[in-house]
Structures are given as C-alpha cells and as structure tokens.
C-alpha cells in the first residue's frame, strides 16, 4: 500500500501528527477518559505516550505508522493510531481510538469509525483489526456495536489482557 492520506478520513475535522510538542495537549485527552486507563492498569503520562508515538506491533516500520489527532480547530476531539499493512497488506490495525469525553455517548465516535472504514474501504483495505481491553464493557459494547467482533485472540499483558476483534470491510 503506498502512504495513506490521513487528511481524507474526514472531511469534517482537521487532522495533525502527534510529534513531541503535542504530547500535552494528547495527555489532556487521555486524562479525560479515566475509566479507560483505570480497565487498562496503568496511568497516562508523557512518558507513556512519547513512547506510544513509536509503538509498533512486530513487522512494521514507522513508515507504516499513523499516529494523529481530529482538530476541531485547535481543539483536539480524538486520537488515533493507524497502522498500515498489519500481519499482511490490505490489513489495518487501529492501535488507538481516544475520544474526548464531552463527546462521548452523543454518536461522534461511531460517525468517525464509520468514515475511518469507509476511506479504508474505498482504499482498498479488507480489514480492519483493534486490541480492546479485556473487562472493559464500555469498549466492548462499543466496538460490538460498529460491526467489530472477537476473532479468539486474547492476548496477556503486564497489568491487562486485550480481545482482539475485527472487521470485514
């Protein structure tokens, strides 16, 4: 796949690369979703997201990586982590999907997962795969709910296990 336009996924916010300098205003947006972290066992801080700006699952380079934010204007809505050619090309992995909070549970999540699959779709990716948190049931019904279900990978980690699911596009 050649590089993906991230610009085009909406039309209805900006987009902008997460570097070093936005880390601040990504961590406000993490520190507004607190459930999320406390299913997760860890805490946000700037270190654990400098280190999210280079995370990658194995096989990948970051020139498959892409990791950004939905502006409206200057304000940040959402994060996102995309990446690109995941276990096999025409595959994308969504490493991240954060919303801001005083959105949550009025559809915009489900509107920008819906226009992220369809540029996916329209791209000529086959599928779409997430890791969710394992106990969280927000996440779960969350994702169940936009057409993503469980493929039987379950994954252990330090402090949480992830569900990996998936969608057909």
């Known amino acids: 796949m050649s590089a993906i336009p991230v610009g085009e996924i909406t039309h209805r916010y900006g987009t902008r690369p997460f570097t ?7 961590l406000e947006l993490c520190l507004g979703n607190p459930l999320y972290y406390a299913h997760l066992g860890e805490a ?9 700006l280079t995370a990658l699952p194995p096989g990948v380079s970051l ?3 892409y990791f950004f934010g939905l502006y409206d204007g ?3 809505v959402a994060a ?6 995941y276990r096999a090309p025409g595959e994308a992995y969504l490493g991240w999907f954060m919303l801001d909070a005083r959105l949550q549970g009025r559809g915009e999540g489900t509107r920008i997962v819906r226009e992220l699959v369809a540029f996916l ?8 795969r997430l890791a969710r948190v394992k106990g ?4 779960k019904r969350f994702w169940e709910k936009n057409g993503f279900v469980p493929n039987g990978l379950v994954v252990e980690r330090e402090t949480h296990a992830v569900v990996e699911m998936e969608l057909a596009l």
Request: proline letters at 2%; zero cysteines.
């Open 74 to 76: 200057d304000a940040l």
């Open 136 to 139: 969280n049931p927000q996440s």
């Open 44 to 52: 946000a801080t700037l270190d654990s997201l400098r280190a999210d």
């Open 63 to 65: 020139r498959d990586k």
């Open 121 to 128: 779709r329209s791209r000529g990716f086959r599928t779409l």
């Open 20 to 26: 070093e300098d936005s880390l601040s205003e990504l």
């Open 80 to 85: 996102i982590d995309l990446i690109d050619g």
